[in-house]
């Protein structure tokens, strides 16, 4: 049988984070979510004093929750026959435990949750924190992503779809053969801009616009349609010309369908200007990390923006007829890009886009 790769926090130690107190309720998809939460609030300068913990509000997205309890806990069930699990088992597994972690680990009292919305959770999460900030039901929000679910019960499951790549990831490639699997998670501060400039933040962009759609179609095939639609919307919601746009984050999952498919939609939502876009996908480098990924892909899109400087594709070794555009191929590359989006599709039909830009 051909070997799997996966792009695992390697060499982690929670103990480097939490005292054992501390780590016992928490799987390690709550811990990685916690950690980031922490160094997104420190970067931040915020401190939830008095009446700011009960409106800020904790939206996080994830996909499948604590897999690493779940396996741990089946292979005790059925392997060694145990008669009892240990009593946190369930608030370590279910779904809704980062948001819930992050919030008492932060002292944030406002609406706390998860959306699960598959690879597309963190983006929705995100949007979701967006249109609540801009809607004035809160003045701050701490959201993004955290996905832990490198397990054997979880990987024989993604094996058995025959989508995860034999060796690695090499999105808008020839010669591609599925994705692989990461883990992580990644954390913002978005605030409103009269709340930001009140206390003289450091603004590391702009999200503007937000665009949703589902295909209603099939559950594993990804529907150009669709896809085009969700960009469609965060252009117009952002109040942006397709040209004004430089550059994407794509979803770029490595999978022959998806690389294509996200192809014609940006075709279908540019027209002529998709040739002159700069699409890449971080996901060459760190992975597929499922409910998390939109976040990271978010960090990475603003941090393009801050720098101007594109992320690779790497192990790209040659055009693929069918993904024409320009991938920034195997090397960084150095654009000022003043607006940019971020694509998730989700298993489901469920896509997620968002579109961001330089602050000024």
Known sequence: MAKKVVAEVKDYDPLKFFDEREVSPL???????????????????????????????????????????????????????????????????????????????????GPAFVVASACASATHAIGLAFQMVRGGQAPVAVTGGAEACI?????????????????????????????????????????????????????????????????????????????????????????????????????GTSTAANDATETEALKRAFGAHAKNLAISSNKSMIGHALGAAGALKLVATLMSIREGLVPPTINYLGPDPACDLDCVPNEARAIRVDAALSNTFAFGGLNAVLAVRRFS
């Open 151 to 251: 397990a054997f019960g979880t990987m024989k499951g993604w094996e058995a779809l025959r989508v995860l790549a034999p060796e690695t990831c090499r999105p808008f490639s020839r010669d591609r053969k599925g994705l692989v699997i990461g883990e992580g998670a990644a954390v913002m501060v978005i605030e409103s801009l009269e709340h930001a400039q009140k206390r003289s933040a450091n603004i590391l962009c702009e999200i503007v616009g937000f665009g949703m759609s589902a295909d209603a179609g099939d559950l594993l095939s990804p529907d150009a349609g669709s896809m085009g639609r969700a960009i469609d919307a965060a252009l117009k919601y952002g109040g942006l010309e397709p040209s004004a746009i430089r550059y994407v984050n794509a979803h």
């Open 27 to 109: 799987d390690r998809v709550a811990q990685f979510g916690v950690i980031a939460t922490r160094e997104a609030i420190a970067h931040s300068g915020l401190t939830f004093d008095g009446g700011l913990s009960e409106q800020t509000a904790t939206i996080i997205g994830c996909g499948v929750g604590g897999q690493s309890t779940q396996d741990e806990n089946y292979r005790r069930l059925y392997r060694d026959n145990a008669k009892r699990l240990h009593p946190l088992t369930i608030p370590r597994l279910m779904v809704n435990a980062p948001a819930s972690q992050m919030s008492m680990s932060c002292g944030l009292r």
